[in-house]
Structures are given as C-alpha cells and as structure tokens.
C-alpha cells in the first residue's frame, strides 16, 4: 500500500491539544523574572573571566622557538622535525 507522504499529519484535534499542552504549562511571572536575574549574574560573572583573560602578558618569539606551520604552535627548536610542510616547518608531533 502506497503512502501519500504530502497530505496534511494533523488535524483540528491535535491543534487543540497542542494548545492546551501550551497553557498548562506556561510558567508563571515570577519564575521568568528569576530566569532573567539568573541570565544577568551569570553574564556579569562571564565579564569578570574575560576581563581576567585579557590581562595575559603576550612575549614575541624567542630565537629557540619557532612555530609549527601545522598546529600552529610555538615549540622549542629541539622539536622541528626535518620534514618541511607546506607553508614552513613542522613539529616531531605532526610530522
């Protein structure tokens, strides 16, 4: 038996119920409001990390380090690999 996949699934019934599922269980005023309250302590709590992320001192590469062309990471001399990559040299791990 073929099935006709495009003719319409629902019906006035399952509209109703769906509607009374919604109202049932709308929460009320009060629990929003404790949402939002939460949303902005825990936005401000976010703030506080990134502004302590941000205070990094940054130091430019060092003569014994160079930078994998395929992690991009900054490794010690004695981990390039004598394999070249693509765009430069590569890490005893990626090689």
């Known amino acids: ?5 495009d003719a319409p699934k629902k019906t006035d019934d399952d509209h109703e119920s769906l509607d009374a599922i919604k109202q049932s269980t709308k929460p009320t005023s009060p629990s ?3 949402v939002e309250e ?3 302590a ?3 709590e976010r703030e506080q990390l990134i502004d302590e ?3 990094v001192m ?10 994998c062309s395929e992690c991009f990471i900054v490794k010690h001399k004695s981990m390039k690999s004598n394999k070249k990559g693509k765009y430069g ?3 005893l791990d990626c090689a």
């Open 58 to 67: 940054v130091i430019p590469p060092q003569t014994d380090e160079f930078t």
């Open 32 to 34: 929003i409001i404790d």
């Open 89 to 91: 040299p590569i890490c």
């Open 53 to 55: 992320a941000l205070e």
């Open 1 to 5: 038996m073929a099935a006709d996949y």
């Open 42 to 44: 825990e936005d401000h």
């Open 38 to 40: 939460d949303g902005i």
